[in-house]
């Protein structure tokens, strides 16, 4: 019997998840590849172009020479431009050997996680979640335990639900706001609370994830790091892909304690050393120059949120909230399971999603992927026309199931 060669596959990578994301929205172009016209809602990518003065800044880097290494932890030009935009933005001071910049917010999330957590560890993740951090912290050997908060709550996890859910082997505690998948923002206020019971605890980290800060509908975005006292056990990871439209430059970074950035330059170089030396030009540019481009991609995702949620509230059963940030919404779709159109039967938010891409030519990703199995993401970064359509397409391909 000839030997298997995928049996040597490690048991870690056997055990991941692939992302729920990127398998909905293979599976929507694999069937527009067959000619059907499939409108996918399913990739967290706003739909805008690069503001054209950081393409340009890109291509002057690159007449000017950028096209060498970059040290590991980044330029110094764009961690004065991040240490410039935490102090304008967020009022926290920053020194540059406190600044790591990656090769996007994923990996700045992966090179914390390396860096913190031991096999045992337990890391406490507020539910719905982003996909890849319950992988991410497998694969570390980290125990995820999850805090869940549903719709009722505008899916916002309470202080005294952290507080129940830490324990002498926590390590971290990792949430985004605005979030991904669910859209919600939290205040000052809720954060100041989370705080206050993780301040009780020396040997916390807080990873806050603040990718989507610049798409908030509520005014200023706090952050955790700003309460007193959190600065010091905080990392915030943010980049460029979702403010400023930049998704392919693929351009991350971590803020937080020179201990911690450390610990995450030292994984850094083991794994892809310093980004790109021209996208790390233009994005200290994009930092420092005219921030209206990203305030009128703000301004189109609220008006794209109040027409989505306006048409889903029109279907019968659905549970929709009013989400204050990212371009997602995440209803509850549980009214429908158990319901059948005579041919397909939907028994969860799996279903529904593979249901709707093949009947309604519309790609979503089922809640069960973020930890919430009654709900769906539905992205909004796609055209007005486009959203209108496709909601329509679900709302026919609804009413069908009784």
Same mark, same amino acid.
């Given at each position: 019997?000839?030997?298997?060669?995928?049996?040597?596959?490690?048991?870690?990578? #056997?055990?991941?998840?692939?992302?729920?994301?990127?398998?909905?929205? =293979?599976?929507?172009?694999?069937?527009?590849?067959?000619?059907?016209?499939?409108?996918? /809602?399913?990739?967290?990518?706003?739909?805008?172009?690069?503001?054209?003065?950081? &393409?340009?800044?890109?291509?002057?880097?690159?007449?000017?020479?950028?096209?060498?290494?970059?040290?590991?932890?980044?330029?110094?030009?764009?961690?004065?431009?991040?240490?410039?935009?935490?102090?304008?933005?967020?009022?926290?001071?920053?020194?540059?050997? *406190?600044?790591?910049?990656?090769?996007?917010?994923? #990996?700045?999330?992966?090179?914390?996680?390396?860096?913190?957590?031991?096999?045992?560890?337990?890391?406490?993740?507020?539910?719905?979640?982003?996909?890849?951090?319950?992988? @991410?912290?497998?694969?570390?050997?980290? !125990?995820?335990?999850?805090?869940?908060?549903?719709?009722?709550?505008?899916?916002?996890?309470?202080?005294?639900?952290?507080?129940?859910?830490?324990?002498?082997?926590?390590?971290? $505690?990792?949430?985004?706001?605005?979030?991904?998948?669910?859209?919600? $923002?939290?205040?000052?206020?809720? /954060?100041?609370? @989370?705080?206050?019971?993780?301040?009780?605890?020396?040997?916390?980290?807080?990873?806050?994830?603040?990718?989507?800060?610049?798409?908030?509908?509520?005014?200023?975005?706090?952050?955790?790091?700003?309460?007193?006292?959190? *600065?010091?056990?905080?990392?915030? %990871?943010?980049?460029?892909?979702?403010?400023?439209?930049?998704?392919?430059?693929?351009?991350?970074?971590?803020?937080?304690?020179?201990?911690?950035?450390?610990?995450?330059?030292?994984?850094?170089?083991? %794994?892809?050393?310093?980004?790109?030396?021209?996208? *790390?030009?233009?994005?200290?540019?994009?930092?420092?120059?005219?921030?209206? +481009?990203?305030?009128?991609?703000? &301004?189109?995702?609220?008006?794209?949120?109040?027409?989505?949620?306006?048409?889903?509230?029109?279907? +019968?059963?659905?549970?929709?909230?009013?989400? =204050?940030?990212?371009?997602?919404?995440?209803?509850?779709?549980?009214?429908?399971?158990?319901?059948?159109?005579?041919?397909?039967?939907? #028994?969860?938010?799996?279903?529904?999603?593979? %249901?709707?891409?093949?009947?309604?030519?519309?790609?979503?990703?089922?809640? !069960?992927?973020?930890?919430?199995?009654?709900?769906?993401?539905?992205?909004?970064?796609?055209?007005?026309?486009?959203?209108?359509?496709?909601?329509?397409?679900? &709302?026919?391909?609804?009413?069908?199931?009784?």
């Amino acid at each position: 019997m000839a030997f298997d060669l995928k049996l040597m596959v490690a048991d870690k990578i #056997q055990e991941m998840t692939e992302s729920a994301t990127i398998r909905m929205a =293979q599976k929507a172009r694999e069937l527009a590849s067959k000619g059907v016209n499939v409108i996918s /809602l399913s990739l967290g990518e706003p739909d805008f172009d690069t503001p054209e003065h950081i &393409k340009e800044a890109a291509i002057d880097g690159l007449h000017k020479g950028m096209t060498k290494y970059t040290p590991v932890s980044g330029t110094m030009e764009l961690k004065n431009a991040i240490i410039r935009k935490m102090k304008r933005d967020s009022q926290l001071e920053y020194q540059p050997n *406190q600044i790591v910049i990656s090769n996007g917010a994923k #990996q700045s999330i992966f090179n914390l996680c390396t860096a913190i957590i031991d096999p045992g560890d337990e890391v406490v993740v507020f539910a719905p979640y982003w996909v890849s951090y319950y992988e @991410i912290i497998k694969f570390c050997y980290g !125990s995820p335990v999850i805090v869940s908060a549903g719709i009722e709550k505008d899916f916002k996890v309470s202080a005294e639900q952290v507080a129940a859910a830490i324990t002498d082997k926590t390590r971290m $505690v990792i949430f985004s706001s605005p979030c991904n998948p669910t859209g919600s $923002v939290f205040t000052k206020e809720e /954060l100041t609370a @989370i705080a206050e019971v993780i301040k009780k605890h020396d040997n916390i980290v807080v990873v806050s994830d603040e990718i989507y800060e610049y798409i908030n509908f509520q005014g200023h975005h706090a952050s955790i790091a700003s309460v007193e006292g959190m *600065q010091e056990r905080t990392a915030v %990871v943010n980049g460029f892909s979702k403010g400023f439209s930049m998704t392919g430059w693929r351009l991350g970074f971590m803020a937080g304690p020179a201990w911690l950035a450390s610990a995450c330059d030292k994984v850094q170089g083991q %794994v892809t050393s310093g980004a790109a030396s021209f996208s *790390q030009h233009a994005a200290a540019i994009g930092l420092d120059s005219d921030m209206s +481009p990203t305030f009128e991609m703000t &301004k189109a995702f609220k008006q794209r949120r109040d027409l989505v949620i306006e048409r889903l509230k029109s279907i +019968p059963g659905l549970i929709v909230n009013n989400p =204050q940030g990212a371009f997602y919404v995440f209803p509850d779709v549980s009214y429908y399971f158990g319901k059948t159109d005579g041919v397909n039967t939907i #028994q969860n938010a799996d279903d529904f999603a593979e %249901v709707m891409l093949a009947e309604a030519h519309v790609g979503t990703v089922s809640g !069960s992927a973020f930890g919430a199995d009654q709900c769906i993401r539905i992205s909004y970064a796609a055209s007005e026309a486009d959203l209108i359509e496709a909601i329509d397409r679900l &709302k026919n391909c609804l009413s069908k199931f009784h």
